[in-house]
T-cell receptor, first 112, second 112 residues
Framework: KAGVTQTPRYLIKTRGQQVTLSCSPI?????VSWYQQTPGQGLQFLFE???????NKGNFPGRFSGRQFSNSRSEMNVSTLELGDSALYLC???????????FGDGTRLSIL | DAKTTQPTSMDCAEGRAANLPCNHS???????VYWYRQIHSQGPQYIIH???NNETNEMASLIITEDRKSSTLILPHATLRDTAVYYC?????????????FGQGTRLTINP
């Protein structure tokens, strides 16, 4: 069974640009969550989607947004990129919201 | 904030059992204990979780004290590939709280 797939693996952007990251969950998983990992703040929760609805949101500015499609695939978008947005962005999926989450290997975003 | 306390780092000899402690003294009756690990440059990997009974799977064993205020993750025969950061997480067991709150974890080094 394929794991969580995140694309692209690496991305370089400049300040002020926007970026869209993609996540394909494990087949049959309907819940998708996103996390940001930085050396200073560690792993922090961004948001969670289930059945195309955002159920939880972390403490991030409105520049961070996401969505989930009917096939459970998810995207997150960051607008007006700042240097501090450089991080590893991780997607995790589970069958249902209260089941163990399984992570992809992330998208490493670098802002120049 | 993370609701768990773990040692910053630990060492273990290859082939021996690695015992990773975790304190969660404020855990509530409806909260599970989850363990994940993160190997460099990869996403976190789910290991095991439990509520109050001890649990075992193909990767590890989880021992939870009777008062549920602490737990120990046991890797029975550690290998070099078990070198990673191990996260102990307390998570509410309901449909509404999907997010995982990661602390700093324990950096486990397996020595040959």
């Amino acid at each position: 069974k394929a794991g969580v797939t995140q694309t692209p693996r690496y991305l370089i952007k400049t300040r002020g640009q926007q970026v869209t990251l993609s996540c394909s969950p494990i087949s049959g998983h309907r819940s998708v969550s996103w996390y940001q990992q930085t050396p200073g703040q560690g792993l922090q929760f961004l948001f969670e989607y289930f059945s195309e609805t955002q159920r939880n949101k972390g403490n991030f500015p409105g520049r961070f947004s996401g969505r989930q499609f009917s096939n459970s695939r998810s995207e997150m978008n960051v607008s007006t990129l700042e240097l501090g947005d450089s991080a590893l962005y991780l997607c995790a999926s589970s069958q249902k919201p209260n089941q163990p989450q399984h992570f992809g290997d992330g998208t490493r975003l670098s802002i120049l | 904030d993370a609701k768990t306390t773990q040692p910053t780092s630990m060492d273990c000899a290859e082939g021996r059992a690695a015992n990773l402690p975790c304190n969660h003294s404020t855990i509530s009756g409806n909260e599970y204990v989850y363990w994940y690990r993160q190997i460099h440059s990869q996403g976190p990997q789910y290991i095991i979780h439990g509520l109050k009974n001890n649990e075992t799977n193909e990767m590890a064993s989880l021992i939870i004290t009777e008062d549920r205020k602490s737990s120990t993750l046991i890797l029975p025969h550690a290998t070099l590939r078990d070198t990673a950061v191990y996260y102990c997480i307390v998570r509410v067991a309901d449909q509404g709280a999907q997010k995982l709150v990661f602390g700093q974890g324990t950096r486990l080094t397996i020595n040959p």
